[in-house]
């Protein structure tokens, strides 16, 4: 049932962020890439839980305008020093509560994420709903291009793994 709740979810965010500039003007679509640094906090085997941290790095597509932005982005994450893998597919909502008028247009944000994820670790498998929150600053550099620097909490619905802690840079295209 949460699978099929999470797979609708996703699909709708995909759908309105994909047609979204077709409806409104002033709303334009982007594909980015980001990286960032990441903490996970799950089970290793035996059940002893391990905070293991790594290089987490995506890809997202989305809409945004000047008071929002909807994401879809599918993140990696995967220390071997550790034995920790996370896959994540999130929908994110973002609120620009602040927009600058200088020519680097900066626009602070507030947010909430949902999705699916999966964690592997030995002798440990574990898929369930993810959710959480994220807040940062999105900078216009370019007319069609963005970078933005965020922190993203995740908790997971999943006794295998409490959480994931990442500091994320991005980087849009803006089309």
Known sequence: MIKKMAMVLISSLIGTTLYAGKYNTS??????????????????????????????????????????????????FNSTTDDQTVQKGLGMIDYFFFTSDSEMNIRPFIGANVGY??????????????????AGVVVGVRDNIDIDLSYRYTLFQSTAVNSSGNIVFGLNYIY
Do not use: P
């Open 27 to 76: 709303t334009k679509s982007f594909i980015g890439l980001e990286v960032g640094a990441a903490t996970v906090d799950g089970d290793r085997s035996n059940g002893f839980k391990h905070q293991g941290s790594a290089v987490e790095y995506g890809v997202k597509l989305g809409a945004q305008s000047d008071e929002w932005r909807a994401t879809f982005s599918l993140d990696y």
């Open 117 to 134: 994820g999966r964690y592997e670790s030995t002798l440990v498998d574990a898929t369930g709903l993810v959710y959480g929150g994220q």
